[in-house]
């Protein structure tokens, strides 16, 4: 059955090593990228960030943007509106006193409390802007992509 896969690289072949000068060079392997490509970076980040956004639907993608409010794809063409989703995130924070309180709340969730300083930094500077605006719903949907990428 598929938990008695006889290795612990499951379907990875434990050699591999990208086509990757340095990588090759020095020795090192690297299994996961077998099946780690760019087009699949890139697919996963759209569906999270469409998930953020939109909620579950089926038209996560911007590659999709002109047909959101087209027939037979009914998206919600508006951020943050998830009426059409299957499913979406439905977090709120406990405190929206400041960004701090927000990226201290998402930190735990999203990381259990590993967001470095730098990254912290990097995101708070980004998210503050929309903060400041008065829009804290946009603002915790920023944060949450930014901890996510």
Known sequence: GSFESPSVFS???????????????AGLVAPESMVLSGDNVLNLYEA?????????THCYSPTFENWRSNPPFDCANIEGDTSLSWASPDYWPSSTA?????????DILLTSGRLGDKNRAIIKSI????????????????AQQLIFS
Do not use: C, H, M, W
Request: aromatic share 12%; proline share 4%; net charge negative.
């Open 11 to 25: 379907f990875f072949l434990p050699e591999y090593t990208p086509s990757i000068k340095s990588l090759q060079s």
């Open 48 to 56: 999270i960030f469409g998930t953020v956004k939109f909620g579950i």
């Open 98 to 106: 400041s960004v701090d309180d927000i990226l201290n709340e998402l």
């Open 127 to 142: 998210v503050e802007q929309e903060y400041n605006t008065g829009d804290v719903a946009k603002s915790v949907r920023i």
